[in-house]
């Protein structure tokens, strides 16, 4: 097998794994921003966190597996381009999921939930990207280091 086949396939241990790790860094690093931009205490927050995040791992796993199919099926690099379209996939998806249930946690507005759920894509955005980046160059040496 090509070091780019061991790039593009994911088993579904390697994918709850990299779903996980980008949640546990994200839980850890927006439950301050959640309680800055919704005043709530930093505890609420990680709870609100804690819930959008379960979200969020499921819409990665999912959304991860359609782009690794599409990847495979067109032959495309992971170039900026697709990078930034990749995240900006995930992100656009997950507004829709997650807004409501911001809300009903919350007791927010579903205006207000909008605009946290806007802010922690202002964060959300370049980390999902960066950790993409930086994930595959990690594996990608690994395997290089391997083959």
Known sequence: MRLVDH???RSPYERIFHAVMYEVVGII???PIIALFSG???SESGIIALIVSIVATIWNYVY??????LRKQYHFR???AVRVIHGAGFEVGLVFISVPIISLTMGLTLWDAFKLEFAMLLYFFPYTIVYNWIYDKIK????ARLV
């Open 40 to 42: 709530k205490n930093l």
């Open 140 to 143: 990608s040496y690994a395997i």
């Open 7 to 9: 790039l593009i396939e």
């Open 64 to 69: 991860n597996y359609l782009y690794d199919k």
């Open 78 to 80: 992971k170039s900026a």
């Open 29 to 31: 690093t927006s439950a």
